[in-house]
Antibody
Framework: EVYLLETGGGLMQFGGSLRLSCAASGFAVSSHYMSWVRQAPGKGLEWVSTMYSGGSTYHADSVKGRFTISRDNSKNTLFLEMNSLRAEDTAVYYC??????????????WGQGTMVTVSS | ELVLTQSPATLSLSPGERATLSCRASQSVSAYLAWYQQKPGQAPRLLIYDASNRATGIPARFSGSGSGTDFTLTISSLEPEDFAVYYCQQRANWPPNEFTFGPGTKVDIK
């Protein structure tokens, strides 16, 4: 069965750090591009970061310089290192598998999400 | 920067009715748009990719169309489980490798 399981969320202080994990089952994270997408309470979806199979990484401007996406192929796990946390980082963080049809891109598998709350 | 605009923000319909949701892009993105469904407390689910292809397991009552800057998601006859929020999503031509979501359309029961 193909699924993603995020862990690591919690209540953090402003300026703190946190690492989220996303364990994959049924496929290799190194064979797909993988992303983090977040959703603030009552709001829409916001793309955060992507790591491609070749290792290149990209981050949204809102998190650039503070968040880092990485993976451990041996553990088949994707990570999001979050530093200098701000109140506006409060959200449910989803891990998602990228699907490329050769034409367009979509996220075909999503984890259940992990909540990050940043208090001031 | 690519901006996706969805309309209407809320669509109030009854089961059995047809739902038509719109997504407009601020720049031409050809045919490579995706649609997602999200129910309260759940992760998003991929419905449509490449504007008109249904993802695995998605019922035939869901269809997508459009290209360039204007796209449509149609639910031909609403089932009770279809009342949810729907998002469109695209990867921009520039800057590349950035993904954008629309603000969502909520389909609720009239």
């Amino acid at each position: 069965e193909v699924y993603l399981l995020e862990t690591g969320g919690g209540l953090m202080q402003f300026g703190g750090s946190l690492r989220l994990s996303c364990a994959a089952s049924g496929f290799a994270v190194s064979s797909h591009y993988m992303s983090w997408v977040r959703q603030a309470p009552g709001k829409g979806l916001e793309w955060v970061s992507t790591m491609y199979s070749g290792g290149s990484t990209y981050h949204a401007d809102s998190v650039k310089g503070r968040f880092t996406i990485s993976r451990d192929n041996s553990k088949n796990t994707l990570f999001l290192e979050m530093n200098s946390l701000r109140a506006e980082d409060t959200a449910v963080y989803y891990c998602a598998r990228g699907y490329s049809s050769g034409l367009g891109d979509a996220f075909d598998i999503w984890g259940q999400g992990t909540m990050v709350t940043v208090s001031s | 920067e690519l901006v996706l605009t969805q309309s209407p923000a809320t669509l109030s319909l009854s089961p059995g009715e047809r739902a038509t949701l719109s997504c407009r892009a601020s720049q031409s993105v050809s045919a490579y748009l995706a649609w997602y469904q999200q129910k309260p407390g759940q992760a998003p689910r991929l419905l449509i990719y490449d504007a008109s292809n249904r993802a695995t397991g998605i019922p035939a009552r869901f269809s997508g169309s459009g290209s360039g800057t204007d796209f449509t998601l149609t639910i031909s006859s609403l089932e009770p489980e279809d009342f949810a929020v729907y998002y469109c999503q695209q990867r921009a031509n520039w800057p590349p490798n950035e993904f954008t979501f629309g603000p969502g359309t909520k389909v609720d029961i009239k």
